[in-house]
């Protein structure tokens, strides 16, 4: 199965920061990346996909980058909604796994 | 309104057997995959497996952690998932959801996202 690798797993940080979770592949994945915020007691919720496309409806400070094995996701201008768990996904293959988890903290 | 609702989840004994439903409205549930995706207490996201449409033969395809013990299956007539679970293990415990899969892009690149998840239903499996 292809690892993913999130970095850091927790960050504290303020309304209005620019903050930058960062998801390593164990292999190449092209850009078959997505995002996923996740709140306390609450489903997921999609954000990017193709490691750079912006799911529809989700805020522009959202963006993504990377390809191969190292992506990012940017949260440009923090605001009090966005404190939250963000995953990174893999859908390279067949067998999906998610990375740990990046906890977005005050 | 596209919304996906679990059932099906409560107390098991180890060893045990429980059968998940997720039923789906507001969209063409037969046009989608479909995946279940699941969260132990204080844990992240783990991906289960898949169901995919009638397009692709209905074919599925599973995690390692549960390969052999867990089966997806689904009704296309009554837009519903199942996740049929045997030999449950204590670690097994978590909150389950339904997940639909979307696709973007242009052949042959296509991207598959998990964009609408069901609430959930909590699994727990104990003596």
């Known amino acids: 199965d292809i690892q993913m690798t999130q970095s850091p797993s927790s960050l504290s940080a303020s309304v209005g920061d620019r903050v930058t979770i960062t998801c390593r592949a164990s292999q190449s994945i092209s850009n078959y990346l997505n995002w996923y915020q996740q709140k306390p007691g609450k489903a997921p919720k999609f954000l990017i996909y193709?490691?750079?496309s912006l799911q529809s409806g989700v805020p522009s400070r959202f963006s993504g980058s990377g390809s191969g094995t190292d992506f990012t996701l940017t949260i440009s201008g923090l605001q009090p909604e966005d404190f939250a768990t963000y995953y990174c996904q893999q859908s390279y293959n067949n067998v999906w796994t998610f990375g740990q988890g990046t906890k977005v903290e005050i | 309104e596209v919304q996906l609702v679990e059932s099906g989840g409560g107390l098991v004994q180890p060893g045990g057997s429980l059968r998940l439903s997720c039923a789906a409205s507001?969209?063409?549930?037969?046009?989608?995959?479909m995946d279940w995706v699941r969260q132990a207490p204080g844990k992240g996201l783990e991906w289960l497996g898949r169901?995919?449409?009638?397009?692709?033969?209905?074919?599925?395809e599973y995690a390692a952690s549960v390969k052999g013990r867990f089966t997806i299956s689904r009704d296309d007539s009554e837009s519903s998932l199942y996740l049929q679970m045997d030999s449950l293990k204590t670690e097994d415990t978590a909150v389950y959801y339904c997940?639909?899969?979307?696709?973007?892009?242009?052949?042959?690149?296509?991207?598959?996202?998990?964009?609408?998840w069901g609430q959930g239903t909590t699994v727990t499996v104990s003596s």
């Open positions: 997940v639909r899969l979307s696709r973007a892009g242009s052949p042959p690149y296509y991207y598959y996202a998990m964009d609408v």
């Open positions: 193709a490691a750079s």
């Open positions: 507001g969209f063409t549930f037969s046009d989608h995959y």
């Open positions: 169901a995919r449409d009638k397009v692709h033969s209905y074919t599925t």
